[in-house]
């Protein structure tokens, strides 16, 4: 159960686009569908933003976009704002039927 | 609205034991698969176990496999944590989370408790 690889920061300025990468295996990412992406705003639970890979939760912007390329899996944010400022996490269904997590992102927003 | 609510964490000693709650409201808790999911203090998330709908399947994290038992009652629509053996290492906040994915097992954590904090200290 190692956890998926995150770049530990990325950054950009507003109106830019960025995107994190999350990296795991065939027994995770490249094996299912079930890739999700999670942002943290301090001292605030997780909100679920990207499910099942590339679907967005109703009253999720469409600045958020996800995808996947064989163990690779990718979250986009398309015209950054200052609220976007956040931690941002992937997360993998795997094939022993547990839930493995990314270390995380940290998104600043110049 | 979909609330989940955890309770019970607190300070403890190493090999102490804790049960930690999560009380559901607003949904058909019996249908969802349960999940925990723990945060230490500034690091990111980690997945810690998750129960079937009706009790009967459940997962650990490696790290936690033979000392952290969940639980659920489904007529009282709570979810349960029991940790026993706790080491300084399981210093976390810790969050109940429900997936209404197709598997019941996979990520789709669309609403969270707003945790509850256990400290692992002497």
């Known amino acids: 159960q190692s956890a998926l690889t995150q770049p530990a920061s990325v950054s950009g300025s507003p109106g830019q686009s960025i995107t994190i990468s999350c990296s795991g295996t065939?027994?995770?990412?490249?094996?299912?569908?079930?890739v999700s992406w999670f942002q943290q705003q301090p001292g605030k639970a997780p909100k679920l933003i990207i499910y099942d890979v590339t679907n967005r939760p109703s009253g999720v912007s469409n600045r958020f976009s996800a995808s996947k390329s064989g163990n690779t899996a990718s979250l986009t944010i398309s015209g950054l704002q200052a609220e976007d400022e956040a931690d941002y996490y992937c997360s993998s269904y795997t094939s022993t039927r547990t839930v493995v997590f990314g270390g995380g992102t940290k998104l600043t927003v110049l | 609205q979909v609330y989940l609510v955890e309770s019970g964490g607190g300070v403890v000693q190493p090999g102490g034991s804790l049960r930690l709650s999560c009380a559901a409201s607003e949904f058909s808790f019996s249908n969802f698969a349960m999940h925990w999911v723990r945060q230490a203090p500034g690091q990111g998330l980690e997945w810690v176990a998750v129960l079937s709908y009706d009790g009967s399947d459940k997962y650990y994290a490696d790290s936690v496999k033979g000392r952290f038992t969940i639980s659920r009652d489904n007529s009282k629509n709570t979810l349960y944590l029991q940790i026993d053996s706790l080491r300084p290492e399981d210093t976390a906040v810790y969050y109940c989370t429900r997936s209404p994915g197709s598997t019941g097992y996979d990520p789709h954590f669309d609403y969270w408790g707003q945790g509850t904090l256990v400290t692992v200290s002497s």
């Open positions: 065939s027994s995770d990412v490249g094996g299912y569908n079930f």
